[in-house]
């Protein structure tokens, strides 16, 4: 059986990681992108390594706000089947107070490099006779949140690249979709208060948080057969919050 291969980015971050698990858990042979966490992504490996002997997994370190990384992480790519995008980071500021660099921070963190990065790996997935790319986005970059207006912002953008890359190369049978995900059980969101986690659950009407499992669940999805006739979509994992 020919194997797949998938580029996580970011996957030593917890969505990340739960999205590694799960495409793994399919028969998907992967690239572990990670910045910093070089622990979380050793832990992961060794898991990955002791369930699936039969499947590749390396690590590729790469700082996703430097520009090299773009060469750097395309240099250690071979084959290629899938591209899933869970790096990045949030930024909780007023626009008064968020600086010039904070926003070029966000924008190259989500888009710029992610673009850049694609337009080099494009010609490695063109070879499959089916591959997808897969961005976590975020329900700001389809709502917009008040005082994380340059994050929402960046993840608009995101959104909007999908829509047209997704264009570009549905003739070479590359999918191109987005998770947004909403208010998902993280140490990120872990600073929240409880006051104020109780104001967001009040406003979903499922009544209840997300899990890194259901992102991952949806990326599998959409990395799979099953959505063979799926792109340049917005899938939104978010119990209601916003429809």
Known sequence: MTK???LVLGASGEIGYAIC?????????????????????????????????????SVIQADMSKENCIEKIAGSVFSLHAVVFAQGHSLYKSLEDTSLADIRMLFQVHVEYPMALLA??????????????????????DAGASYEVAYSAAKGAQHAFVKAYAKEVALQRTRVNAVAPGFI???????????????????IPAGIFGSTQNIADTVGFLTSEKASYITGQIIRVNG???I
Do not use: C
């Open 4 to 6: 797949k291969f998938a």
């Open 21 to 57: 698990r799960n495409l793994a858990e399919d028969g998907w042979s992967i690239y572990l992108h990670y910045a910093n966490n070089e622990a979380s992504i050793l832990t992961l490996l060794k898991e990955l390594n002791g369930s699936y002997p039969k499947q590749e997994f």
């Open 120 to 141: 080099k790996l494009n010609s490695k997935l063109r070879k499959q006779p089916s591959s997808s790319v897969v961005f976590v986005g975020s329900i700001w970059g």
């Open 185 to 203: 059980e993280t140490k990120m969101n872990a600073h929240i208060e409880e006051e104020a986690r109780q104001l967001i659950m009040d406003e």
């Open 240 to 242: 209601g919050w916003y």
